[in-house]
């Protein structure tokens, strides 16, 4: 999923400080999980703006509404009535809700309440950690299924560098280094010959922004450039 954090408070209130009438607006997947931009999280943010006002005797109207993703036009189309009797958008979604949410309501300012931090698993209750950085060309069957380009802190693809110390990465914190993490997991699988070969090479042009894919199912012939 994909993990993100609130913004600081007083960076939200400045990004809204010129709207009288703002919509603060969650989504239920993703950043609902890493409780960042849920329905609780509108609830607290909204609440918290409120009582701020009320102390800086600031005039300004919170609205709450979360849906179930804001990166899907077809869960935004419903609150954009609601939406344009707002001078502004307080999106608690990740960033590309944000976009979408800012796409579908051009005229409207649509402010981030959140920073998306990356693609990740719940590690245990109110802890997540980063996984994939959606490369396009992924090397996991390589590697064990641990991933070097998002768990390396250098991102390296072949192999360590020199700065493991005890099995913890140089980078700093407690953050073990993915290359040792991936030299047990290949001799557990028995698989360590993968790491003889030479030196991996990452196409990087399978990645290029801004990415974008269309099931084929989906695929109509004009789309495909097929002639009847
Ligand atoms: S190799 Fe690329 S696609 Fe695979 S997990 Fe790592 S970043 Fe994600
Ligand atoms: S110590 Fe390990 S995880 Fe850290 S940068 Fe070097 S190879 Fe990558």
């Known amino acids: ?5 609130r913004k600081p408070f007083e960076e939200i209130k400045e ?3 010129d709207y009288r009438k ?6 239920g997947t993703c950043v609902s999980v890493c409780m960042a ?3 609780k999280e509108v609830g607290l943010l909204a609440t918290e703006l409120r009582m701020n006002a ?3 005797k600031r005039d300004i109207e919170i609205m709450e509404a979360t849906i179930q993703r804001q990166c899907d036009k077809e869960y935004i189309e419903p609150i954009l009535e609601q939406a344009r009797g707002c001078e502004a958008i307080l999106s608690l979604g990740c ?5 979408l949410v800012a796409e579908m309501l051009e005229t409207m300012p649509v402010l981030p309440g959140l920073n998306t931090r990356f693609i990740g698993i719940t590690e245990a209750e109110g802890a997540w950690s980063e996984r994939c950085r959606a490369c396009g060309d992924c090397v ?7 991933c070097p380009v998002a768990r390396c802190s250098k991102g390296l693809i072949n192999g360590p560098c020199g700065g493991n110390q005890g099995g913890k ?21 028995g698989r360590l010959a993968n790491l003889r070969k030479t030196a991996q090479l990452r196409n990087y042009a399978t990645n290029a922004h801004p990415a974008r894919q269309v099931n084929e199912a989906y695929q109509t012939p004009e789309k495909a450039g097929v002639k009847s």
Do not use: N, P
């Not at 999923?1 to 954090?5: C, G, L």
């Not at 953050?175 to 001799?187: Q, T």
């Open 15 to 17: 990004s809204i400080k």
């Open 54 to 56: 009320g102390l800086e």
């Open 95 to 99: 960033g590309a809700g944000v976009q």
């Open 1 to 5: 999923m994909i993990v993100a954090e």
């Open 169 to 189: 990465c140089e980078a700093g914190g407690d953050k073990d280094c993915a290359w040792e993490l991936i030299y047990h997991r290949l001799k557990k699988q």
């Open 140 to 146: 996991l069957a390589t590697f064990g299924g641990i």
């Open 22 to 27: 703002v919509l603060v607006l969650g989504c």
């Open 37 to 39: 931009g849920g329905e």
